[in-house]
């Protein structure tokens, strides 16, 4: 069978098992369509949120980031977990006890305010649509690298699977194809790795690879690596960073971003009762820590594999030597000519020399070694995105790993963008439609809008697909901006504070949103417009260092602070509202507190 | 704050005790994260982990299997609190 065949079966097996699950788990009830009935058992729960959560970025370009920023881009690892601790303990269970079905329902009605309900949806909209764009470009991408065909055909097909199984099912359906998209993601992240991490080191636990003996050399396997890439002029992998204050903020703006992701949150209103809410976000990051795990030791085995490939003899200790001694470029193995064919892999035989040169050429120091050995610049090219996709063909696997990353990538779009998308089709029908436009709605007919709201969200996420706007690329800044700077906080002072009131809401929320949206347009151009930033988007013009990826946790104090003041200064809560924050804060009596 | 005005003395209790307990969890959690993994590891450079020093080990993986146990910790105690209190259910 050939490798385009086996692709087939696996994609096409696969959903044909979403299809079959969205037929098994028809919606039939409004509280079917937005929470999946609130009876779904919190390990099921924590697998769903697991599959919600990790995006095409986390299967493909996790890996790549880890590899390419070392140490640096611990962030991204300590921030995608760590929100869920804060999940956990300041938000999920209150939520779930308030027992409605959206986050906007939580902030119009604590803060009793139109207003409030009004920004929560715009944040939400904009966070989520941010999110989708991407998830539908990297379905994109998966489909026409391993089904062959085009791009656009790829994201018309995607949306076709989304939308069968979103709009039928709601949340019922997106709750069980999430469970069976987790198992196929999970299963296809693992057995490439596994695979590298015995070749490399001879551990079958790639994150126990990744701190064990390099096998060929008998020392760590994190030393070598730093040697070999020292040796090429790079930033050593594992070296401790100047601008800690940066990462610190970085990691902080990710955390506080990933608890006030919407289609996040609104996974923890499924579960039974207060107490498996609880359990379940431990769940979901036990699933969520086996591929996070596995990606550090995937991205520096995939370097080092990358480096040795290139230059053989860098497996031994005489770097100046092996550095001499790169691969001649018709020598190539067969999977960069695979890929070469994809242009994500690309050769320029800069020094004419027909061997290829991988090196740092913008280090300057480094500068003088490569023009002593007549080397004219960086001549192979490699887009980090590949690294898991090929790591199949890296470790000579046999066809059908191939045909199960293909499965496990477009597993992982699918299941984020149907979270998404039932989080902005809520957020529409419910919040917009049937709280502030026409409260009389009979529940047939707010299901019918919810369907409706579901299939003209995915027109627009196929269309934004398709032709991406310049904010599309900026999703850390702006969808983990806002909803670290404007979201998280409100949500938290909701429960934990009875004496914040709508106006300090609102104005902290404003704080936070423009605050935010600010810094980030300043240095990456008004609404992401290129050639409209005022600062130049480097290190030396940020704000004490500070990125504007890093601007959510400002954002968020901004937000606390202004919220606190202004609420000092007006009316206290009525006593309703009050009475309301007592009784999310204790569990009992959540199985009967949907009432709608 | 109007906590004062809770009716019910022992829920009050049950409350602050949830505080005490989030206060104590997310010590653990930036320690892990914000102090061994960024801030303090030049000074845990010392301990040799597989190639690298602990505090690069805590930024790949032991922040996140702390929290994986933080979390759970958390729901543990809850779960025995809301039973205390006669607040399960």
């Known amino acids: ?596 | 704050m109007a906590d004062e005005q809770t009716p019910k003395v022992e829920s009050n209790d049950y409350w602050k005790s949830n505080v005490r307990l989030i206060f104590g969890c997310l010590f653990v959690w930036a320690l892990v994260s914000y102090g061994f993994a960024i801030l303090l590891r030049p000074l845990l450079s010392g301990i040799a982990v597989g190639g690298t020093d602990l505090g690069f080990w805590f930024a790949q993986q032991g922040s996140i299997l702390t929290f994986i146990v933080i979390t759970f910790f958390y729901a543990w105690r809850m779960n025995s609190l809301d039973k205390k209190y006669g607040l399960g259910e």
């Open chain 1, 1 to 596: 069978m050939s490798q385009y065949a086996i692709n087939l079966l696996f994609v096409g097996a696969s959903f044909a098992l979403y299809i079959g699950i969205a037929i098994w788990a028809r919606a039939g009830s409004a509280k079917d369509f937005y929470v999946a009935g609130g009876g779904v058992h919190p390990i099921t729960n924590g697998m769903a949120t697991a599959a919600d959560w990790m995006s095409a970025a986390s299967f493909i370009s996790m890996a790549g980031l880890l590899a390419s920023g070392g140490y640096a881009n611990s962030s991204f690892l300590m921030g995608w977990t760590g929100g869920y601790v804060l999940l956990a303990m300041l938000l999920a269970p209150y939520l779930r006890k308030f027992g409605k079905f959206t986050v906007p329902d939580f902030i119009g009605d604590r803060y009793y305010s139109r207003t409030a309900r009004l920004l929560a949806v715009i944040c939400l909209i904009i966070a989520s649509v941010t999110y989708v764009i991407g998830q539908m470009t990297g379905a994109g991408v998966a489909f026409s690298r391993f089904l062959e065909v085009s791009n656009t055909w790829g994201i018309w097909i995607a949306a076709l699977i989304v939308f069968l199984y979103a709009v039928f099912g709601g949340m019922k359906g997106i709750t069980y194809t999430q469970v069976a998209q987790y198992v196929v993601l999970i299963i296809a992240y693992t057995i490439p790795a596994v695979f590298i991490s015995l070749e490399l080191t001879g551990n079958p636990i790639p994150g126990l690879g990744l701190f064990s003996d390099y096998k060929e050399a008998g020392e760590p396997l994190l030393t070598k690596l730093d040697d070999v890439i020292v040796a090429l002029g790079f930033h050593d992998y594992t070296a401790d960073i100047d601008n800690k204050l940066n990462m610190v903020l970085f990691t902080l703006s990710l955390m506080v971003g990933t608890a006030g992701l919407p289609h996040v949150i609104i996974r923890f209103f499924t579960v039974p009762k207060v107490a498996d809410a609880r359990w379940s976000a431990g769940w979901a990051l036990v699933f969520i820590a086996l591929l996070y795990l596995t990606a550090p030791a995937v991205g520096a085995m995939a370097r080092l594999n990358l480096m040795t490939t290139v230059y053989p003899e860098m497996v031994g200790e005489n770097y100046e030597q092996a550095a001499l001694n790169p691969i001649y470029y018709e020598n190539r193995p067969e999977w960069i000519k695979t890929w070469e064919e994809t242009g994500l892999i690309t050769f320029d035989d800069k020094n004419d020399d027909g061997r290829i040169q991988v090196y740092n050429d913008k280090n300057e120091e480094f500068a003088p070694v490569a023009a002593e050995r007549n080397w004219k610049g960086n001549e192979l090219y490699v887009n980090n995105d590949i690294l898991v996709l090929a790591n199949p063909e890296i470790a000579n696997l046999p066809p059908w790993v191939i045909g199960l990353i293909a499965a496990g990538g477009i597993a992982a779009a699918l299941s984020t963008a149907a979270g998404l998308l039932l989080a902005i089709s809520s957020a529409i029908s419910h919040d917009l439609i049937k709280t502030m436009i026409n409260p009389g709605i009979s529940e047939k007919s707010e299901m019918l809008t919810a369907r409706i709201s579901m299939g003209g969200s995915i027109l627009l996420a196929t269309y934004l697909g398709l032709n991406p706007p310049g904010f599309a690329a900026q999703t850390v800044a702006l969808a983990f901006g806002i909803a670290g700077a404007s979201l998280f906080p409100v949500l938290m002072m909701g429960i934990f504070s009875k004496r914040m009131n709508n106006v300090g809401a609102v104005a902290g929320m404003l704080t936070g949103l423009c605050a935010t949206l600010l810094y980030i347009f300043t240095y990456l151009g008004w609404f992401f417009i290129p050639g409209t930033n005022m600062l130049p988007n480097t290190p030396d013009n940020w704000i004490f260092g500070i990125s504007p990826l890093s601007f959510g946790a400002v954002g968020a104090i901004l937000n606390f602070t202004v919220a606190f003041l202004v609420s000092r200064v007006t009316a206290a809560p009525p006593q309703h509202i009050q009475d309301l924050v007592e009784s999310v804060r204790y569990p009992k009596g959540a199985g009967k507190s949907i009432v709608h």
